[in-house]
């Protein structure tokens, strides 16, 4: 009788699973706003759904606005905007009704995989569910309630599963063919990053079917029993998707080596299992107002590496599970190569903790279990350091459930937070009434409210006003336009926007609400 009863841990597995369903069915009510990738990935379905090829985006011309420029978006992968598609057709939902199922089932994939892999990794059950508690005290893991990031959340959802795969085969053979060659084909579909974690798994698994086999000839043989599936998955990518356009991997700026070059991939696994990157609005790439300035910045990163390092080193000597180590000093080492290397390059990567989330989630086992051994007034320090982390990750959850609960809300569904109710409401009201119409957004959310009429999305203006028109410019003239801006506009700003339109005259003012303004043209000049 004692053993048919329900173990504790197994307990808490359950409540995980019953508190994120609860957030799912919280989300489908309230469903997220869009950050910018996903937004981009969005317009390209709208796009699709109005009649472009796959993957296509449709745009006003800049040299003719009369005109459309199409173009094979191969800067992010397509499974952003095509899974949630997916469950609005298979249910007749809209968008942010399909994104709060897309959320739901990608947090629990993503924790049931990791469960899955640190088990079979060799932790007991214990260390961890403590694990997966922590990972989901991560500012990581509640973001996408608040903001659906696409790549992120679907890779999180696959990657444990693959770790789970490479650590599972053992020796060669036809589900190893079939596993590689998926594996990669599913991984870049969800997320184009995929690909260097991609390699990285494929080595430990490769280490680990040589492990108990010496000679030279041996680690041939297992290596082109993966190499094989590995290049044909890279081949198809490349030939039906990458070599169509441009992605961040191809547009490197020339060297350049910074004291954040390498430093920042090395501090990736307390950047990101700690959140630190997230809790201080990153310390180097600023989207935000910047906790520390660029020196002190500087500084912390650099401790934060020495930190990491010291971790890592720690974890490997003291860690009992060999199988575990090898994936994490792998996959530390490719994570430090692939992104110093980028960096160093200039390649359009931005310096976001987010990048090497996979390295915070294999480090967190580690750090339980290094925890367990600490002597009390050690656990209670780590102890604070958990609390902290859970608690400013669900306040920026609660705080973020608020705000998506009073932001406006369109034909979409999902929260728009760069347009008020007042102001969308009057802009959906001109898209029913036109046919012919452009309107011109500075965010690429707004626009997936239009459904009649084309859109044009411009990079928001800095305030130090600096901007190349090129980018900025479309000629000609093509039936009314109508230019929404934040109040904030008014001025230099409001006037290089409509300078951007020289083929229009006759412009009229009105403010949509006390923070929008719509700017309407009808007349060729």
């Known amino acids: 009788m004692e053993s048919s009863k329900i173990k504790p841990h197994k307990i808490i597995l359950i409540i995980i699973g019953l508190a994120l369903i609860t957030f799912g069915i919280v989300l489908f009510f309230i469903p997220p706003a869009l950050f910018p990738d996903p937004g981009q990935g969005f317009q390209v379905l709208r796009s699709m759904q109005m009649g472009s090829g796959f993957n296509n985006f449709v745009s006003p011309d800049q040299s003719d606005i009369s005109q459309n420029y199409t173009e094979f978006l191969t800067w992010w992968s397509p499974g952003q905007y095509l899974v949630p598609y997916l469950f609005k057709l298979a249910a007749s939902l809209d968008t942010g009704q399909a994104i709060a199922i897309t959320v739901t089932i990608c947090e629990l994939s993503g924790l049931a995989g990791f469960y899955a892999f640190f088990k079979k990794a060799g932790f007991t059950s214990w260390v961890t569910t403590i694990s997966i508690i922590f990972i989901i005290c991560q500012q990581a893991f509640v973001v996408p309630y608040v903001y659906y990031n696409g790549g992120e959340l679907l890779l999180f959802a696959f990657e444990g599963w693959f770790l789970y795969g490479c650590l599972s085969l053992t020796k060669p053979g036809f589900r190893l063919v079939l596993f590689v060659l998926f594996a990669g084909w599913i991984g870049f579909f969800l997320k184009s990053s995929f690909l260097w974690m991609y390699a990285a798994g494929l080595c430990c698994l490769w280490i680990r079917l040589c492990s108990n086999r010496a000679g030279t000839l041996e680690w041939i043989k297992k290596a082109v029993w993966i190499a094989i599936p590995a290049a044909a998955s890279l081949a198809v990518i490349y030939i039906f998707y990458i070599s169509k356009g441009q992605s961040p991997a191809s547009t490197a700026n020339g060297f350049k080596l910074t004291a954040q070059t390498f430093s920042f991939p090395l501090a990736s696994p307390i950047l990101s299992g700690f959140s630190i990157d997230d809790l201080f609005h990153t310390l180097v790439y600023h989207t935000w107002k910047p906790v520390f300035n660029s020196g002190s910045g500087t500084l912390i990163l650099i401790s934060i590496a020495l930190l990491s390092i010291i971790l890592v080193l720690n974890i490997i000597l003291y860690v009992p599970n060999n199988n575990y180590k090898l994936f994490l000093a792998v996959f530390y080492i490719a994570a430090i190569l692939f992104f110093g290397f980028s960096y160093l390059r200039q390649l359009n990567i931005s310096y976001e903790s987010r990048h090497f989330r996979i390295i915070g989630l294999l480090v967190t086992p580690g750090v339980i279990y290094l925890a367990g051994k600490f002597k009390p007034a050690g656990k209670f320090v780590f102890a ?12 920026y959850l609660v705080k973020g459930f608020e705000i998506n609960n009073v932001n406006a809300h369109g034909a979409s569904g999902v929260a728009q937070p760069n347009i008020d109710q007042q102001s969308l409401n009057h802009i959906m009201k001109l898209d029913r009434e036109n046919r012919n119409a452009t309107f011109v957004f500075v965010s690429n959310d707004i626009g997936l409210e239009i459904s009649h009429n084309r859109i044009i999305t411009l990079k928001p203006i800095d305030d130090d006003l600096k901007i190349d028109m090129d980018d900025y410019t479309y ?32 412009w009229n003012l009105s403010m949509l609400s006390n923070n929008y303004v719509l700017y309407a043209a009808k007349m060729k000049r």
Do not use: C, H, R
């Open 384 to 395: 604070l350091i958990f609390a902290g982390i859970a608690y400013t990750s669900f306040a």
């Open 475 to 506: 000629e000609g003239f093509s039936g009314p336009l109508y230019i929404v801006l934040p109040e904030t506009y008014n001025g230099p700003k409001e006037k290089m926007i409509m300078k951007s339109f020289p083929g229009y005259a006759g």
